[in-house]
């Protein structure tokens, strides 16, 4: 069966700080990748997605990155955090067979800017 | 902009009752929709699905309603119980680019 995981659970980390966040999936091939961003009591909003190895689409104008080193490996990054950042980030997959199909989501990271 | 909306934010439910989470689409475009339901300081957990081509699926104890005339998206929950407990999200596919789109979400408070 396919899993997804994410680490760290929690971080702290102050301004100006760089920032990684990594994402791995097990048990599927050329999965598509997305990273989500969560404000507290909010929807999710899409930051990042990527359909292959090194294909990186950006939704919104930010303060981070994505890379795709590898099939199943999706990294969140960031040079200097702002206070801004603070959320709870969530790393999910689906299958790289078209678009009718659910994502599936880590249990995300929650991170803190201070 | 298009967008997912919810239009109640909060609901509260007797245990045992059914509960129905409502969520208004603006894309008709959209042809693949998901309803998540997300537990506090977890990731959002598949519940069910719906494509375009169909207006309702069933799946344990849930039921999702599409009316795409009056563009809007259901779930029924039957027999709710404590263990629902949580904020429920709607979603869409949008046609071009596979991304999908949620809604603020509805919190759903199960009183026991």
């Known amino acids: 069966s396919q899993t997804i995981h994410q680490w760290p659970a929690t971080l702290v980390q102050p301004v100006g700080s760089p920032l990684s966040l990594e994402c791995t999936v097990e048990g599927t091939s050329n999965p598509n990748l997305y990273w989500y961003r969560q404000a507290a009591g909010r929807g999710l909003q899409l930051l990042f997605y990527s359909v292959g190895i090194g294909q990186i689409s950006s939704e919104v104008p930010q303060n981070l990155s994505a890379s795709r080193p590898q099939d199943r490996q999706f990294i969140l990054s960031s040079k200097k955090l702002l206070l801004s950042d603070s959320g709870f980030y969530l790393c999910?997959?689906?299958?790289?067979?078209?678009?009718?199909?659910?994502?599936?989501f880590g249990n995300g990271t929650r991170l803190t800017v201070t | 902009g298009e967008s997912v909306g919810l239009h109640l934010p909060t609901l509260s439910v007797q245990e045992g009752d059914n509960s129905i989470i409502n969520c208004a689409y603006s894309n008709s475009a959209s042809d693949y929709f998901i309803w998540y339901k997300q537990e506090s300081g977890k990731g959002p957990q598949f519940i069910i699905d719906i494509r375009s081509n169909m207006d309702k699926r069933q799946g344990q104890r849930v039921t999702v309603l599409l009316n795409k005339t009056v563009k809007h998206l259901s779930l029924q929950i039957a027999a709710t119980q404590p263990g629902d407990s949580a904020v429920y999200f709607c979603?869409?596919?949008?046609?071009?680019?596979?991304?999908?789109?949620f809604g603020q979400g509805t919190e759903l408070s199960v009183k026991p």
């Open positions: 999910a997959w689906r299958t790289g067979q078209g678009n009718n199909s659910p994502l599936h």
């Open positions: 979603a869409e596919n949008k046609v071009r680019g596979g991304k999908l789109i």
